[in-house]
């Protein structure tokens, strides 16, 4: 088993809610504390884009694609991101992936389906 392991993945339809999480309990507190944490996504035949970035310091990052629908967080205590996820659409299909500095995890698939 990896650094990272991400869960929360699933099968749902169009306005549905999900939450991912990631898992980082074998990286030390002082690297996950400080780290970039970040959820990229790569839907089948396209490239893989980062969806929202949460930086050791200062404010979140989304993507456009995602504003006002998706939330990242983070609980230092249990070394875990999430990827809070409301109003899915088709679009937001792929293979999600969580990073925390260079460590990444090996993906949980969200599929969004009519």
């Known amino acids: 088993q990896g650094s990272l392991v991400e869960s929360g993945g699933g099968l749902v339809q169009p306005g549905d809610s999900l939450t991912l999480s990631c898992a980082a309990s074998?990286?030390?507190?002082?690297?996950?504390?400080?780290?970039?944490k970040s959820w990229y996504r790569q839907a089948p035949g396209k490239q893989r884009e980062l969806v929202a970035r949460?930086?050791?310091?200062?404010?979140?990052f989304y993507t456009d694609s995602v504003k006002g629908r998706f939330t990242i967080s983070r609980d230092n205590a249990r070394k875990r991101i999430f990827l809070q996820m409301s109003n899915l659409k088709p679009e937001d299909t792929a293979m999600y992936y969580c990073?925390?500095?260079?460590?990444w995890g090996q993906g949980t698939q969200v599929t969004v389906f009519s």
């Open positions: 990073t925390i500095g260079t460590y």
């Open positions: 949460l930086p050791g310091s200062g404010g979140a």
């Open positions: 074998r990286l030390i507190t002082s690297v996950f504390n400080p780290s970039d």
